[in-house]
């Protein structure tokens, strides 16, 4: 069986890793992946997996950081939630030919998502509603 993980980061990019529950190396490789490009989390969100939960401790103690492991299927799940609309419009699309592809496009369905739910700092003191920002962002 194959679980799904997900680091939480700030704002909308956070991290999805795919691994066998059993399996710690496959785990660890992809922790030390995950932080050699995104930075390292103040905390990790996972479910009850106990090869997730050893690669993370592992990771703290091999390079002496802190990062705090939050174990609950309730946090995980709203984490989880959050990706429902980026799954719903990525699914019909049948894959991708590039990673770069995906990136861009998983990158763009987060961003206009975030412009729905009121998620983007503005400097300015009035709202803007989210074509505003968007046509912000693209100037």
Known sequence: MITQQVIA???FASITWIASPRD???AEAFLHKAIRTQGLPEKI???QSAS????IRHYNKLHKTAIVIRQS??????VEQDHRAVKRLTCPMLGFKSFWAACC???GIEVMHALRKGQLATTEN???????Q???LAA
């Open 45 to 47: 969100t996972i479910d």
């Open 126 to 132: 009035a709202r803007q509603t989210p074509a505003e």
């Open 105 to 107: 496009t998983i990158a």
């Open 24 to 26: 710690r190396a496959a």
């Open 73 to 78: 299927k309730y946090l995980n799940n709203i």
């Open 134 to 136: 968007f046509y912000a």
């Open 52 to 55: 997730n939960t050893a690669a």
């Open 9 to 11: 980061l700030p704002f």
